[in-house]
């Protein structure tokens, strides 16, 4: 079975510190992963997939798949970047995207 | 072009009435996705679209969902009889290829 869980449904981090936010996923075969982002009274959005290998805004994701794991990481937070994030996997062949339950980033001042 | 079309925003009904969600999708997108997102569960797949045919409806919680897709422009879910249980906020999401999802800006349902 598929799954993908975010351990964490809020998170809260000071302006200027790191982030990361986590994703561990199940699934047996090689899959793909993304990260999608939902900004206050915006649409949620692709941030990034794994297959790009590039930094959007800033964030990062490696795929680790001895850890099954897709962790989102940003070095330096900005108050911007306050916004609902979740982690998301497609299987091999597969049609659709399973979701993980989303995590609640706040960046305070 | 606007992206993908939901309406209404908001929905305020009362249990046991019909409640009907629509979804334009992107032009030229060939899937289209229906969601629900609550608190607890995140975002959950409830059916999926490929060139209209429904090909896995088996995020439908129970038989007073459906949803129809009639044309590549235009698709519904119904819930009859509405629950309380089903407030949440319903996305309609479109893709070109089965990756990268464009979501509508979401219905939210009250179920009073």
């Known amino acids: 079975a598929q799954r993908v869980t975010q351990p964490e449904k809020l998170l809260s981090v000071f302006k200027g510190a790191p982030v990361e936010l986590k994703c561990n996923y199940s699934?047996?075969?090689?899959?793909?992963l993304f990260w999608y982002v939902q900004y206050s009274r915006q649409r949620l959005q692709l941030l990034l997939r794994?297959?790009s290998r590039e930094s959007i805004k800033g964030f990062t994701a490696d795929l680790n798949k001895g850890e099954t794991s897709f962790h989102l990481k940003k070095p330096f937070a900005q108050e911007e970047d306050s916004a609902m994030y979740y982690c998301?996997?497609?299987?091999?062949?597969?049609?659709?995207?399973?979701f993980g339950q989303g995590t609640r980033l706040t960046i305070n001042p | 072009d606007a992206g993908v079309i939901q309406s209404p925003r908001h929905e305020v009904t009362e249990m046991g009435q019909e409640v009907t969600l629509r979804c334009k999708p992107i032009?030229?997108?060939?899937?289209l996705f229906w969601y629900r997102q609550t608190m607890m569960r995140g975002l959950e797949l409830l059916i999926y679209?490929?060139?209209?045919?429904?090909?896995?409806d088996s995020g439908m919680p129970e038989d007073r969902f459906s949803a129809k897709m009639p044309n590549a422009s235009f698709s519904t879910l119904k819930i009859q009889p509405s629950e309380p249980r089903d407030s949440a906020v319903y996305f309609c999401?479109?893709?070109?290829?089965?990756?990268?999802?464009?979501f509508g800006p979401g219905t939210r349902l009250t179920v009073l």
């Open positions: 999401a479109s893709s070109p290829d089965y990756n990268e999802h464009f």
């Open positions: 699934y047996s075969g090689s899959p793909e």
């Open positions: 794994h297959i």
């Open positions: 998301a996997l497609k299987g091999q062949g597969a049609q659709k995207l399973v």
């Open positions: 032009s030229g997108h060939n899937s």
């Open positions: 679209f490929n060139n209209n045919v429904p090909i896995d």
